[in-house]
């Protein structure tokens, strides 16, 4: 039996649904999967084997690029920060934390604000684009709501998936985008950024010749797998300034002769983002530590 490779776009009640060269096959894990831990995901590049349509066997699971959680998806290409001006307030702790775990799992971020309609005038607006635009990150202001055509283009030959803060408008934002989504909205809940998870099997729609997970990931986010020396380098802006640092692995914090501080003191880097950073060091050092068999890094 010939093997073939696809990508896995649908998992449910243990069926892997794998696209290759323009057919979709029902296909099962094979039993030594267990054995070996091996659980396949969406997004999955796999070898498989199959005699018709619907009674495939996945042989080998290949190597993957990245990995979340929520939504459980692989080699993810592109990540959409769906993040509200207002109703709730805009957190750039939040945003922060989101570019962090991006960074991490080296996904390209791309920031959409919305609500910016309920306070056009805002200079908040122009402050965020400003502050995130300058370290590379393309921050999409719809000119008005349901205005998506700037976020579409980014789509082509990407894997895409959605995330943000609780009812900040990501499932609109899809339904959007495509309304076969059919994604119910969430209200927002009365803890930012803790909405109710309702779990559901993912699927990857083909759209504007991409790929987008149609449902919205998470909505808080706490580093359990970065360690403290790995953090800094998730700050594009840090990377590009510690070059200049007197100490090769500076931490930015309480060493002498830190160019990070120096450009945040001078404004080249944001106040907000150089807090956070702190911030966010202090919780991974203050972390339990997790005992895992290699780092992810080397």
């Given amino acids: 039996m010939a093997q073939i490779r696809g ?62 959680v929520r939504p459980p998806v692989t080699n993810v290409d592109l990540g959409v920060i769906v993040t509200s001006l207002v109703e709730p307030n805009f957190s750039a702790n939040l945003l922060d934390r989101f570019l962090v775990m991006l960074e991490y799992e080296m996904i390209r971020p791309i920031i959409f604000l919305t609500k910016t309609d309920l306070a056009p005038n805002d200079p908040k607006i122009k402050e965020i ?12 202001v719809p000119k008005q ?25 990501k499932s609109t934002l899809l339904n959007q985008i495509s309304p076969e989504l059919q994604l119910a909205t969430a209200e927002i809940s009365d803890s930012l950024g803790r909405g109710k998870h309702t779990t559901r099997h993912v699927e990857l729609i083909p759209l504007y010749d991409g790929l987008v997970a149609d449902t919205p990931g998470f909505s808080s986010i706490d580093f359990l797998t970065i360690e403290a020396t790995e953090l800094p380098k998730q700050f594009p802006e840090f990377v590009e300034a510690s070059a200049h640092c007197r100490f090769r692995e500076c931490m930015h914090a ?42 992810k890094r080397k």
């Fill in 145 to 169: 709501s349901g205005d998506t055509d700037e976020l579409i283009r980014y789509f082509p030959e990407q894997l895409t998936v959605f995330m943000g803060q609780s009812g900040a408008g």
């Fill in 254 to 295: 309480k060493e002498p002769g830190c160019e990070v501080k120096r450009r945040v003191e001078n404004g080249e880097i944001a106040q907000t983002r150089y807090d956070n950073y702190l911030q966010f060091l202090q919780e991974v050092e203050k972390r339990r530590p997790v005992y895992k068999k290699e780092s």
């Fill in 129 to 140: 684009k400003e502050t995130y635009e300058k370290i590379g990150y393309p921050v999409i």
């Fill in 7 to 68: 990508q896995i776009r649908k998992a449910i009640s243990g069926f892997y649904y794998v696209y290759a060269d323009g057919e979709t096959y029902q296909t099962r894990g094979r039993g030594n999967f267990r054995n070996r831990k091996i659980s396949p995901l969406v997004g999955d590049q796999v070898i498989f084997e199959s005699e018709n349509k619907t009674d495939g066997y996945l042989l080998e699971i290949l190597p993957r690029k990245n990995q979340l």
